[in-house]
């Protein structure tokens, strides 16, 4: 499995509001058919994000096709937060850690537009 990209960023986001949707394509880069158990957020800050879409979990994936995953960064307050995704699948490197980061801060320190 090639996943694209193999981490998140959400950089600074204010905190309580959504950011904007970020995407990871799964791409099944080996020979075999790759069948996906679950997909599961974990780490130290897991309710900070948000899967909104995906077409991953439960899915078999033949060889040179894939899957989504859209995430989303909700801080519910101020300093970096941190998680990952746990993607578990019939691979032998099984399961996959795929890194998410973010920081929230105060709407005070976002310049007026």
């Not at 600074?12 to 080996?30: D, E, Y």
């Not at 899967?51 to 989504?68: E, F, M, R």
């Not at 995953?69 to 850690?97: C, M, V, W, Y």
């Amino acid at each position: 499995m090639s996943p694209d990209p193999d981490h998140l960023n959400f950089g600074n986001q204010v905190v309580a509001r959504t950011s904007a949707i970020k995407r990871i394509t799964l791409m099944n880069t080996g020979g075999k058919s790759l069948y996906i158990d679950s997909v599961v957020l974990a780490g130290d800050n897991p309710a900070a994000f948000n899967i909104l879409k995906d077409t991953c979990t439960g899915a078999t994936i033949v060889s040179n096709k894939a899957c989504i995953l859209d995430i989303t960064f909700t801080p519910r307050q101020t300093g970096e937060r941190n998680a990952h995704l746990r993607i578990k699948d019939n691979a032998l490197d099984s399961p996959q850690r795929l890194r998410l980061k973010g920081t929230g801060i105060n709407s005070n320190d976002v310049p007026p537009f």
